[in-house]
Every structure is written in structure tokens, then in C-alpha cells.
């Protein structure tokens, strides 16, 4: 058989062909290997947004000058001036000079909680009338709650106050003689200003 010859002619060009075919190989690749990588989320990978649970429902009774009184169920963290709409509003009769001097509408409510409203003229004690158990409670006045006299329970109801830091306030105001002010409160082991913020509006001496 005779030598096939392959000339210098023949050698660019299958060496050219060769580099023409991998370029276009790198350039297909490049343009659909992008595509190739886009993530897809599947179902169970979602994020599915948290669902808010609404506060628990509390029961709280007003009585006296307003146009419903009785027995009100109300959304968790209601304020007191929620269960005056609820009711209606104040009555005719309602003395609001000393509405406005002694019921603090910005309190929140707590379970289980009476308001009493005075007609015009009537001498109430502020402590029945604004107080979170029709006047048993002694350590809630002006609807705020004295840090001086205030019993664990009163003190468990303010924002962010558990039946430790409930005790570690009454064990403190034993030791030195009671609250002088209500920044005071920050001394009570693990009060800082975060949780004072919650409750300084709440609390009074």
C-alpha cells in the first residue's frame, strides 16, 4: 500500500477545526449551563410566614355611671378605656372631673378586673374605682401599681413581671424600706432599662 502523505496545509486546518468545535462547545456550555444552574424551591422548602396568635380573651366587669354596665369579654391587653366603648361610654350622671383626675384609660386591663365610675357629687375611694378586683386590691391606685404596697399578684399583672421578679421587688422593698422612686425598681435583680420601659408607666409608689 503506498504512504498517505498529510501536508502542513492539512494540519492547520483539522487543528483549526479542532479549536472551532471546542469553543463552540465552551460557548453552549457557558449559555445553557446557567440556565442549568438556576435553583428551584420546592414545595416543601417555601417559607411560610409566621402566623400571629392573638391574645388571650380576659373578662372584666364595669359598673356604675355608664350607659352598658356589666360583664365584658375583651381581647388580651385591652386598655381601660376599651371596656368605657365597649360599655357604651359614660352616663349623664358619670362625674368626669373625677374621671378625668383618677381612672387611668391607658391601663391594661387585667382578668377578672371591676371598674366602678361615680355619679357626680359620689365619694368613691380611687382604689374601688380603679382597682382589679372590684376594691380588694390595696397596691393599685390612680390604676397604677405601687411598687410599696402592692401584693405578688398585683405585681405579677404589670408587663413583663413573672412571679420571680414579682418577689425579687417585695423582698427588696423589705430589705431597704420600700421604693423612693420608681427608677428605683432598676436595682431589683434583672430589672434593666429594657423591662423598666414596659413598666413605667404602670407603676407607681
Given amino acids: 500500500m503506498g504512504e498517505v502523505k498529510i501536508g502542513a496545509r492539512e494540519i492547520l486546518l483539522g487543528t483549526g477545526a479542532v479549536f472551532l468545535l471546542v469553543g463552540i462547545g465552551l ?10 444552574g438556576v435553583e428551584i424551591i420546592s414545595a416543601e422548602e417555601e417559607i411560610v410566614p409566621t402566623v400571629s396568635v392573638p391574645d388571650q ?15 365584658y369579654e375583651l381581647e388580651g391587653g385591652s386598655r381601660v378605656n376599651d371596656l368605657l366603648v365597649e360599655s357604651g361610654g359614660l352616663s ?44 380588694e386590691v390595696k397596691g393599685v391606685s390612680n390604676g397604677l401599681v405601687n411598687l410599696n404596697t402592692a401584693s405578688q399578684t398585683e405585681l405579677e399583672s404589670l408587663s413583663g413581671i413573672g412571679p420571680a421578679f414579682a418577689g425579687r421587688i417585695i ?26 420601659e414596659k413598666i413605667k408607666d404602670e407603676i407607681g409608689i
Fill in 171 to 196: 423582698e427588696y422593698r423589705e430589705k431597704n424600706g420600700g421604693f423612693r422612686d420608681i427608677n428605683e425598681v432598676k436595682l431589683v435583680s434583672g430589672i434593666g432599662e429594657k423591662l423598666f
Fill in 27 to 36: 460557548n453552549l456550555r457557558q449559555r445553557y449551563g446557567q440556565e442549568e
Fill in 57 to 71: 380573651k380576659i373578662w372584666a366587669e364595669v359598673a356604675g355611671s355608664v350607659m352598658g354596665a356589666g360583664v
Fill in 92 to 135: 349623664a350622671e358619670a362625674d368626669r372631673e373625677w374621671v378625668e383626675k383618677n381612672l387611668n384609660r391607658a391601663r391594661k386591663l387585667r382578668d377578672g378586673e371591676k371598674i366602678y365610675i361615680p355619679k357626680a357629687g359620689e365619694e368613691v375611694p380611687v382604689d374601688i374605682a380603679d382597682s382589679g378586683s372590684g376594691g
